[in-house]
């Protein structure tokens, strides 16, 4: 069984990711060309303003368990936005990071699960479906819940559909690592947090070291 430690942690496994992002490069692609044209869209066109980074709300923050609403227009306001998630995300050593992390409820997720953070993704209104039925276990982390892992089953591949940076839709097949991080940032925008996919037992051991942590952090 293959694993990914810390879905977040990119520098915590380096060498696994150099690993798992070369099998993912490869399956990796847009339904119709060459899956680097995807990667070039989403670039900045260097017309961006400065970036900011933003604070990460951190479990168990009930702001975390809002349901985003998606975009209607891809404007300036939301190209700002993707920026300012983009910088917030690789400041947080991030690989994924959905708007609702950072108290904004819209459909937008960013993400860069290549080991050099020179493939920046942008899902504006992402939907996805499996494909096949096979799930597999992957240890999973999140900005939101800094310092713990835990393993959770997701779809081995799925079909994604979304808007990129420009408001153009776009289609790509993933699996292994971008697929899990596709669901776990979907997942974010629905209000749902990978803990809620463990016992209530390990919910509340990790809810509680969150809490050591939160106190520890107010009495600095
Ligand atoms: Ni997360």
């Known amino acids: 069984m293959k694993r990914f430690k810390g879905l977040h942690g990119v520098a915590r496994a380096q060498d696994r990711y150099q690993h798992d992002i070369v099998v993912n490069s490869k399956v990796v692609r847009l339904a119709d060309t060459g899956g680097s044209q995807?990667?070039?869209?989403?670039?900045?066109n260097g017309d961006c303003n400065a970036m900011a980074k933003l604070p990460i709300l951190e479990f168990p923050d009930e702001r975390l368990r809002?349901?985003?609403?998606?975009?209607?227009?891809?404007?300036?306001?939301?190209?700002?936005?993707?920026?300012?998630?983009?910088?917030?995300?690789?400041?947080?050593?991030g690989i994924g990071l959905a708007a609702t992390q950072i108290d904004v409820h819209r459909r937008v997720v960013v993400m860069d699960v290549s080991d050099d953070n020179s493939q920046p993704l942008v899902l504006?209104?992402?939907?996805?479906?499996?494909i096949g039925d096979?799930?597999?276990?992957?240890?999973?982390?999140?900005?939101?819940?800094?310092e713990y892992y835990a393993e959770v089953p997701r779809y081995l591949k799925v079909k994604l559909n979304a808007l990129d940076r420009n408001g153009e839709p776009y289609e790509l097949e993933a699996d292994g690592l971008l697929a899990h991080c596709i669901q776990?940032?979907?997942d974010h925008l629905e209000g749902v947090l990978f803990v809620d996919y463990l016992s209530p037992l390990k919910r509340d051991r990790v809810m509680k070291k969150m809490q050591k942590r939160h106190k520890l952090m107010n009495d600095a």
């Not at 995807?38 to 900045?44: A, N, P």
Request: net charge negative; proline share 9%; aromatic share 6%.
């Open 134 to 146: 096979a799930k597999e276990p992957l240890s999973e982390g999140c900005l939101s819940i800094p």
């Open 124 to 130: 504006i209104n992402p939907r996805y479906e499996p």
């Open 38 to 44: 995807l990667i070039l869209k989403t670039q900045h």
């Open 184 to 186: 776990h940032e979907y």
């Open 66 to 93: 809002t349901k985003a609403v998606p975009v209607e227009t891809v404007d300036d306001e939301v190209r700002q936005l993707v920026d300012d998630m983009l910088e917030t995300m690789y400041d947080a050593r």
